[in-house]
């Protein structure tokens, strides 16, 4: 109970976690009712129909844009399927499609949400497309956290709205990372945040806090609504709003006394997940994305850049990053303490072979700060390489278990007799933990 007291006070003091903080001019005014196909009014979801301002926040606006450049998305691959316009939808179709997701928080539709689907399914469709491609490397990862604490699933569109899947999104208020988190909610659930590295910006980490997070805030209402809304605009002003509406706790209630930008944040997360649900129905088509689906962790625990592992995998610069968000500067530093590299799947047991080579390409430059201009004397083991009195040049190579020449031949593009010869061997046998020279 104290623990709990605690998180509450926190939250109310420091400030909001989500980003929603302007507007632009454009507003949507909602009706006092929904009207149908035939132009009568429907009274049945008056309960839940906003009788205030519906605002599009500028930062939700701004998401779905950085979509347009997002290098994840391959936007010169071919569609999956042939451009389609909208069909036509009826009222009595949206609040049918959404009574029929399997889901634990509910759903309403009203003409704020409808406003949002539109948005969307018409206005940003080539948007939703690439958010349905990024969705699979991305959805896996919320849904096993999601799971892990008995979150409902449906929660993992909340991304969607917080930064269009963008894992290095910054806020005008400093909210980052593909959950928007600030920087002090982001510590009080375990996340780093330093010069080097921002796990805001980890997917899995950040998820991993994100599921915390949201569990204590449905502890404190017992309301999906209420704890959504607080996670976009603060525990603090959820409470305020409750107060002025009567002690009324439900988000329809009391959606007049909360901050605009909080107001249109359930409608649009509603929205989400009918368009995400419904994407065939309105002919929209996953794209193509140049993010792998299928991808392995690595432990590094000497400092790394991430243009080393780009270069001697050759696996694009962009692609790593990626991967690998959380590392501000590309600097890994592994020699601080052990930090996760994610590689795509089929590069990981290619990291472990190359890692000599990895760690030593221009070390100087990018890893030690020396520039090619700076004279400094020659350090042994710094780039793993130096010249004989002949001028050759040698890389070095530590023989791991079930290596032979051979092996070590190939990957390296020199012949077995070269090797041989630079290395005084006679036969054939090399051991275990031999450090071989290896002529370039």
């Known amino acids: 109970m104290k623990e709990r007291f605690f998180l509450i006070l926190i939250c109310v003091l420091f400030v909001p976690i989500n980003s929603f903080v302007a507007q632009i001019p454009t507003r949507m005014v909602a009706t006092n009712g929904v009207v149908d196909d035939e132009g009568n009014k429907d009274d049945d979801d008056n309960d839940t129909e906003p ?55 509910e759903m309403p539709y009203n003409s704020a949400v409808k406003s949002f689907i539109d948005i969307y399914v018409q206005r940003s469709r080539r948007q939703v497309e690439y958010l349905l491609g990024l969705s699979s490397y991305y959805f896996p990862i919320f849904e096993a956290e999601l799971e892990a604490v008995g979150l409902p699933l449906e929660l993992k569109y909340l991304p969607i709205i917080e930064s269009a899947l963008n894992p290095r999104a910054v806020s005008r208020a400093g909210a980052t990372g593909i959950w928007q988190f600030m920087i002090v909610t982001g510590r009080m659930y375990d996340l780093e945040v330093n010069s080097l590295v921002d796990e805001r910006m980890d997917p899995v980490k950040s998820s991993k806090a994100a599921a915390k997070f949201l569990k204590e805030l449905y502890g404190i209402y017992s309301d999906w609504h209420l704890a959504i809304a607080a996670y976009n605009c603060g525990p603090g002003n959820v409470n305020k709003a409750i107060r ?25 997360f509603i929205a989400a997940n009918y368009t995400m649900n419904y994407a065939d ?6 794209a193509q994305i140049r993010i792998p689906v299928l991808t392995d962790t690595i432990m590094v625990n000497r400092r790394m850049h991430l243009e080393q592992v780009s270069s001697i995998l050759n696996i694009p610069l962009e692609k790593v990053r990626l ?8 600097i890994v530093p592994g020699d601080v303490k052990p930090y996760p590299i994610r590689l795509p799947h089929n590069y990981a047991n290619l990291f472990i072979d190359k890692s000599d080579a990895i760690y030593a390409y221009k070390a100087d430059l990018l890893v030690n700060n020396r520039r090619d201009e700076v004279k400094l004397p020659e350090v042994k083991n710094i780039s793993n390489r130096k010249k004989n009195s002949s001028g050759t040049r040698y890389a ?3 023989v791991r278990k079930g290596q032979n020449l051979s092996s070590i031949s190939r990957r390296y593009g020199v012949s077995v007799g070269k090797i041989k010869k630079a290395n005084n061997i006679k036969g054939s ?5 031999q450090r071989l020279k290896i002529p370039k």
């Open 51 to 105: 009788n205030a301002e519906t605002v599009i926040p500028r930062d939700f606006t701004c998401s779905l844009d950085y979509l347009l450049h997002c290098w994840a998305v391959d936007k010169n691959s071919s569609s999956n399927c042939k451009p389609r316009p909208n069909p036509f939808t009826t009222e009595a179709q949206y609040k049918e499609r959404l009574k029929k997701l399997p889901y634990i928080i």
């Open 244 to 268: 002025r509406a009567g002690g009324k706790q439900d988000f329809w209630a009391i959606y007049p006394y909360l901050p605009s930008e909080t107001r249109s944040y359930v409608p649009i």
């Open 281 to 286: 129905e309105h002919h929209l088509c996953p």
């Open 323 to 330: 991967l690998n968000p959380q590392y501000r500067r590309d």
């Open 396 to 398: 070095y190579h530590t």
């Open 429 to 433: 046998k090399i051991r275990t933990g």
